[in-house]
């Protein structure tokens, strides 16, 4: 499936509630690690520095990953940060609730991921007698 869709994405990366907004190429070094809940787009790239491939990047909760993101190296992204299209990720950010970008990236605002990443905690299905069949996602 992951060559079908142009995803290289170890086991056991990611926590749950991945979201992976559409299909495109996507490639994630194995020792990374990536929080629950955190929505990624395509042409990012989450990877080893050039240091050691040993160190990846450590990524919180709750994290949108913008399209075309480049992140690396031994760091860490705290919780509920947004990460902008097309920045390139290579030091730490500790702050949480905040949004980065650029090249190379900075904390550009305080707005992060809210309202970018949906908590999948429960799914709820819609009765099929409504015109549209669809699935509602409720957060706690």
Known sequence: MSIH????????VFGPGLCIAH???????????????CRIHACTNIGSGRDSILLAPKIG?????????KIF???????????G?????????????????GVPAKKINNKGSDGLVVSATKI???????EVVERAIVTE
């Not at 869709?5 to 056991?12: D, R, V």
């Not at 190296?73 to 990460?83: L, R």
């Not at 709820?124 to 409504?130: E, I």
């Open 5 to 12: 869709l142009g995803y290289s994405i170890p086991i056991n």
């Open 73 to 83: 190296g031994n760091i860490e992204i705290a919780d509920n940060i947004a990460i």
């Open 23 to 37: 299909r495109g190429t996507i490639v994630v070094n194995k020792d990374s690690r990536v929080g629950e809940n």
């Open 61 to 69: 909760n709750g994290v949108y990953i913008g399209p075309g993101a």
């Open 124 to 130: 709820v299905s819609v009765p099929a007698s409504q």
């Open 85 to 101: 299209a097309n920045s390139v990720v290579n030091k730490s950010f500790y702050e949480k609730g905040i949004s980065i970008a």
